[in-house]
């Protein structure tokens, strides 16, 4: 579904991945956890998003390359700790044995912190950024992944285990530990571009929106989904008693709620000034619409 420009955006994040974590001068095989998880199969739909922002606003993807890499590595590092036996005790993870599988509990645990250092120590030495830029980076990848973010979405996730909670929860859940890195990759273009006032509030409304369809064809894949092109086991939130959108609204409620978000999404991208076009970012909602894992 992504055309030519968009698969040379990824080509170039996987080549910027490559050479990011290089090789250990402590004799450990840490950097080698890290890259395993790194390099396991993503479709880099977080970093992808804030290039494609990037060149709509600007036509200089350079200037957010070294963000790209350090916001896949925030990611990588959640999952890593999401697949751990103390949280959703997964085994697969695309296809490809959990990070804790290959190389242990402690390690993996290592791995993702290592990740998560990584990503703001390559903000800090971006030679493309001025020094205004990379704090104001710093400061929204802080909050975005932070308690107030993606580890506080992932807290209040785990504590609604075995309860029930209403839909307002669940999508105070998804904002924060799904969408904040998702809403991140948008306004880390913003920060990088600089464009008007509106265009950015804009721009800040469509994340929003994003965050919440990815989570709730997430939802949808973990009940419907095949799990040979997920690549890991589906029906893990019914084993773990998470409230989703499925078991809130039913599976036509849910697919409604997508239909809905997908909508907003849409309406959003129509308000940006003409002068811009917002061709990539109509495409990254219908991969995320119609995406099968």
Same mark, same amino acid.
């Given at each position: 579904?992504?055309?030519?420009?968009m698969?040379?955006?990824?080509?170039k994040?996987e080549?910027?991945?490559?050479?990011?974590?290089?090789?250990?001068?402590?004799n450990?095989?840490?950097?080698?956890?890290?890259r395993?998880?790194?390099?396991?199969?993503?479709?880099?739909?977080?970093?992808?998003?804030?290039?494609?922002?990037?060149?709509?606003?600007?036509?200089?993807?350079?200037?957010?390359?070294r963000?790209?890499?350090?916001?896949?590595?925030?990611?990588?590092?959640?999952?890593?700790?999401?697949?751990?036996p103390a949280?959703?005790?997964?085994?697969?993870?695309?296809?490809?044995?959990?990070?804790?599988?290959?190389y242990?509990?402690?390690k993996?645990?290592?791995a993702?912190?290592?990740?998560?250092?990584?990503?703001f120590?390559?903000i800090?030495?971006?030679d493309?950024?001025?020094?205004?830029?990379?704090?104001?980076?710093? +400061?929204?990848?802080?909050?975005?992944?932070?308690?107030?973010?993606?580890?506080?979405?992932?807290?209040?996730?785990m504590?609604?285990?075995?309860k +029930?909670i209403?839909?307002?929860?669940?999508?105070?859940?998804?904002?924060?530990?799904?969408g904040?890195?998702?809403?991140?990759?948008i306004?880390?273009?913003?920060?990088?571009?600089?464009?008007?006032?509106?265009?950015a +509030?804009?721009?800040?409304k469509y994340?929003?929106?994003?965050?919440l369809?990815?989570?709730?064809?997430?939802?949808?894949?973990?009940?419907?989904?095949?799990?040979?092109?997920?690549?890991?086991?589906?029906?893990?939130?019914?084993?773990?008693?998470?409230?989703?959108?499925?078991?809130?609204l039913?599976?036509?409620?849910?697919?409604?709620?997508?239909?809905?978000?997908?909508?907003?999404?849409?309406?959003?991208?129509?308000?940006i000034?003409?002068?811009?076009?917002?061709?990539?970012?109509?495409?990254i909602?219908?991969?995320?619409?119609?995406?099968?894992?």
């Amino acid at each position: 579904m992504m055309n030519q420009q968009m698969n040379e955006f990824v080509r170039k994040i996987e080549e910027e991945l490559a050479i990011a974590i290089p090789s250990s001068q402590l004799n450990t095989n840490l950097e080698e956890s890290m890259r395993y998880s790194l390099e396991a199969g993503s479709k880099r739909m977080r970093p992808l998003l804030l290039l494609v922002t990037l060149d709509m606003l600007t036509s200089n993807i350079a200037q957010g390359m070294r963000t790209a890499v350090a916001l896949e590595m925030i990611h990588t590092y959640s999952l890593i700790h999401d697949d751990l036996p103390a949280m959703d005790n997964d085994d697969y993870r695309r296809g490809k044995l959990t990070n804790h599988k290959v190389y242990g509990d402690w390690k993996a645990i290592l791995a993702g912190d290592a990740l998560l250092t990584k990503a703001f120590e390559m903000i800090s030495f971006d030679d493309q950024l001025t020094s205004d830029v990379k704090v104001r980076l710093i +400061q929204r990848l802080s909050q975005a992944s932070g308690h107030l973010g993606m580890v506080g979405g992932q807290v209040l996730d785990m504590e609604s285990e075995n309860k +029930q909670i209403d839909l307002e929860t669940l999508q105070q859940i998804h904002r924060a530990k799904t969408g904040a890195l998702l809403e991140f990759a948008i306004m880390a273009a913003v920060d990088i571009a600089q464009p008007d006032k509106e265009t950015a +509030q804009v721009l800040e409304k469509y994340g929003q929106h994003l965050g919440l369809m990815f989570q709730i064809k997430d939802d949808l894949l973990d009940v419907f989904g095949d799990e040979a092109k997920l690549g890991k086991k589906v029906g893990s939130d019914v084993e773990n008693n998470k409230s989703t959108y499925v078991s809130l609204l039913g599976e036509q409620g849910a697919k409604d709620k997508l239909n809905e978000e997908v909508e907003r999404a849409y309406d959003s991208l129509h308000q940006i000034n003409s002068q811009y076009d917002t061709s990539h970012l109509e495409t990254i909602i219908e991969i995320f619409n119609h995406r099968n894992h």
